[in-house]
């Protein structure tokens, strides 16, 4: 079975933690919480869309901000500290440059409305085709064959 190609949706703050965590980056979706983890498979690719720098901020950054592979394993729980416990799953991150999503809004496949664009990322976790990942990759300069990329035509 092909990999699946998904949106997450997070503070830019939250996906640089997880982007630049060593020695394995990590994901964490919908405020932690362990269901939408299960949907994705090892394998999978993963692009990171933060709506704003910090949470709940009103900066508009409007960018994404990471992208790469989910690496094998379950979710797992991490304690964040002050009683807050999430689920996380590993990644493996390719190398890319953070970009603002205006620019590709024209040619993405999975948005139906272009006057409600973000209406689809208030599901915090959504899957795109493979068309709009590699949209994507290209416009954040990702590593291709990190990203399994390297066989399939542009």
Request: contains cysteine; proline residues 8%; glycine residues 10%.
């Amino acid at each position: 079975m092909p990999p699946r190609n998904w949106i997450a949706v997070a503070s830019a703050e939250h996906a640089r933690l997880g982007r630049d965590h060593r020695p394995l980056g990590f994901m964490q979706v919908c405020h932690g919480k362990r269901p939408p983890l299960q949907r994705i498979a090892a394998g999978d690719r993963m692009a990171c869309y933060a709506p704003a720098t910090v949470y709940g901020g009103t900066d508009r950054l409007q960018s994404f901000v990471s992208i790469g592979v989910v690496k094998p394993g379950l979710p797992y729980e991490f304690d964040m500290g002050n009683g807050f416990v999430s689920w996380r799953r590993d990644m493996h991150y390719a190398a890319a440059f953070e970009t603002p999503i205006a620019p590709l809004l024209g040619a993405f496949e999975f948005i139906e409305n272009p006057e409600r664009w973000g209406a689809k990322f208030r599901f915090g976790l959504f899957d795109v085709s493979t068309h709009d990942m590699q949209l994507i990759a290209r416009a954040m300069q990702a590593d291709r064959q990190a990203l399994g990329f390297q066989d399939l035509p542009d």
